[in-house]
């Protein structure tokens, strides 16, 4: 059992509770995970405001806890600051802060609305985005990948998916950003006190937005999303206005930026592992699935979420307590030895690639993972095989998250024969 001494004196998980941490290089932050990995058993984090979290950083800890809902409950929130009271009474509760018969029904009545008819059509639509994005590029030539490319494939599938008017996407793509820009970002304490109202007030405004939308479905409902979703009747019911705009800010915050994030790092990673990127395209079919799975889990486009201990539980030797607070660090679990060979390296015929980037198993696996893995095949197919390549120009430029692997720029260039 781990010692409660752990909690004083030379605190191993210390360093993830520094502001400045997530500020390192990933290299560094990648040897400190590497390090809490080694430790016994679950690692305590003292926080500077409350009694801090106990870290679960190898691959079959995360697993573990993400099979257990009942145990490792996923209300009353998944981010860190958990949401105050107000913000879920106000904004609805997203379904991953949701557990049990709650979270079950929500996701019922949203996996319903995603029939193979209109998944047929999303993918469909994927390639013709992709398509017409390279070709604006090839056109335009523009510099920053985020913006260009990255960013428009994700919001465009979307939107479209949704069924969101023209006139709407240019204000819903300035209130993602502004509605995500900062999260898990360490500020100044002005910015502390600016930036929280800055994005809650882009949230309700596009909750409203969608809200809009989806009464005017309810009357006359069309070919998309948001229609399925407020006319459905599963077990009698359908998403009411709070409820649609609560998924709607999921699918915008969590869909978009996800997949733009694991999007730019894939270019970034191709750009330094030529071998890899002249390996996928002597074959891009053959290789394309196995180098997207190693984007995804190389660059782990979320760090970590959040869990609430709600009945007692041991686990490598440590007992948890009802009223633990846990985090199941993905990034770390992404690199445990022990399921993945050499795992710093960029390897797309990694073969098993049990990677945990869309979640380690459980009620909360991620619904979009493969309208996500669409978007990036069909994205890099276009980018890589037309005659004039692309690739990165320096590093990423990261936001310092401590909850996303967030890349605010990536400057690129055309390659010339």
């Given at each position: 059992?781990?010692?409660?001494?752990?909690?004083?004196?030379?605190?191993?998980?210390?360093?993830?509770?520094?502001?400045?941490?997530?500020?390192?290089?990933?290299?560094?932050?990648l040897a400190a995970f590497a390090r809490l990995r080694a430790a016994e058993?679950?690692?305590?984090?003292p926080e500077g405001s409350g009694r801090g979290h106990w870290a679960l950083v190898r691959h079959a800890q995360v697993q573990e806890a993400s099979r257990l809902p009942k145990i490792f409950a996923s209300a009353p929130g998944v981010t860190t600051p958990e949401p105050a009271r107000w913000v879920r009474a106000l904004f609805g509760d997203s379904m991953v802060n949701l557990d049990?018969?709650?979270?079950?029904?929500?996701?019922?009545?949203?996996?319903?609305?995603?029939?193979?008819?209109?998944?047929?059509?999303?993918?469909?639509d994927i390639h013709a985005v992709a398509a017409r994005i390279v070709d604006d590029v090839l056109a335009d030539q523009p510099d920053e990948f985020v913006s260009a490319v990255?960013?428009?494939?994700?919001?465009?599938?979307?939107?479209?998916?949704?069924g969101i008017p023209e006139r709407y996407r240019a204000e819903i793509a300035d209130r993602v950003n502004h509605a995500s820009e900062n999260i898990g970002v360490e500020r100044g304490l002005a910015s502390r006190l600016r930036m929280p109202g800055r994005g809650l007030r882009a949230l309700a405004r596009m909750q409203r937005m969608v809200a809009g939308?989806?009464?005017?479905?309810?009357?006359?409902?069309?070919?998309?999303?948001?229609?399925?979703?407020?006319?459905?009747?599963?077990?009698?019911?359908?998403?009411?206005?709070r409820q649609l705009g609560a998924f709607f800010s999921l699918l915008m915050v969590a869909g978009v930026e996800t997949t733009r994030n694991a999007i730019t790092h894939g270019l970034s990673l191709l750009t330094d592992h030529p071998?890899?990127?002249?390996?996928?395209?002597?074959?891009?079919?053959?290789?394309?699935?196995?180098?997207?799975?190693?984007?995804?889990?190389?660059?782990?486009?979320?760090?970590?979420?959040?869990?609430?201990?709600?009945?007692?539980?041991?686990?490598?030797?440590?007992v948890f307590r009802p009223g633990d607070k846990v985090v199941?660090?993905?990034?770390?679990?992404?690199?445990?030895?022990?399921?993945?060979?050499?795992?710093?390296?960029?390897?797309?015929?990694?073969?098993?690639?049990?990677?945990?980037?869309?979640?380690?198993?459980?009620?909360?696996?991620?619904?979009?993972?493969?309208?996500?893995?669409?978007?990036?095949?069909?994205?890099?197919?276009?980018?890589?095989?037309?005659?004039?390549?692309?690739?990165?120009?320096?590093?990423?430029?990261?936001?310092?998250?401590n909850f996303d692997n967030r890349v605010r720029s990536l400057r690129f260039a055309f390659e010339r024969p």
């Amino acid at each position: 059992m781990t010692l409660p001494a752990q909690r004083h004196g030379t605190d191993p998980g210390r360093e993830l509770a520094e502001p400045g941490f997530w500020q390192q290089p990933p290299a560094h932050r990648l040897a400190a995970f590497a390090r809490l990995r080694a430790a016994e058993g679950p690692v305590f984090v003292p926080e500077g405001s409350g009694r801090g979290h106990w870290a679960l950083v190898r691959h079959a800890q995360v697993q573990e806890a993400s099979r257990l809902p009942k145990i490792f409950a996923s209300a009353p929130g998944v981010t860190t600051p958990e949401p105050a009271r107000w913000v879920r009474a106000l904004f609805g509760d997203s379904m991953v802060n949701l557990d049990g018969p709650d979270h079950a029904q929500l996701r019922k009545i949203v996996q319903r609305a995603f029939t193979p008819r209109l998944l047929a059509a999303a993918e469909a639509d994927i390639h013709a985005v992709a398509a017409r994005i390279v070709d604006d590029v090839l056109a335009d030539q523009p510099d920053e990948f985020v913006s260009a490319v990255a960013s428009r494939l994700p919001l465009e599938v979307i939107c479209n998916m949704m069924g969101i008017p023209e006139r709407y996407r240019a204000e819903i793509a300035d209130r993602v950003n502004h509605a995500s820009e900062n999260i898990g970002v360490e500020r100044g304490l002005a910015s502390r006190l600016r930036m929280p109202g800055r994005g809650l007030r882009a949230l309700a405004r596009m909750q409203r937005m969608v809200a809009g939308i989806g009464r005017e479905r309810r009357k006359h409902p069309t070919d998309d999303l948001i229609s399925a979703l407020v006319c459905a009747n599963v077990d009698g019911q359908a998403l009411g206005a709070r409820q649609l705009g609560a998924f709607f800010s999921l699918l915008m915050v969590a869909g978009v930026e996800t997949t733009r994030n694991a999007i730019t790092h894939g270019l970034s990673l191709l750009t330094d592992h030529p071998d890899q990127r002249d390996l996928l395209l002597s074959d891009f079919e053959k290789y394309a699935d196995g180098a997207v799975d190693e984007m995804i889990r190389h660059s782990t486009p979320i760090i970590q979420f959040r869990r609430t201990v709600a009945a007692e539980h041991t686990m490598d030797g440590h007992v948890f307590r009802p009223g633990d607070k846990v985090v199941l660090y993905y990034a770390s679990a992404n690199r445990d030895e022990a399921v993945f060979p050499d795992p710093d390296a960029f390897v797309i015929t990694r073969s098993p690639n049990p990677h945990l980037g869309f979640g380690g198993g459980g009620p909360h696996f991620c619904l979009g993972a493969h309208l996500a893995r669409v978007e990036m095949k069909a994205l890099f197919r276009e980018l890589l095989t037309r005659p004039v390549g692309l690739r990165a120009v320096g590093l990423p430029d990261l936001a310092g998250s401590n909850f996303d692997n967030r890349v605010r720029s990536l400057r690129f260039a055309f390659e010339r024969p």
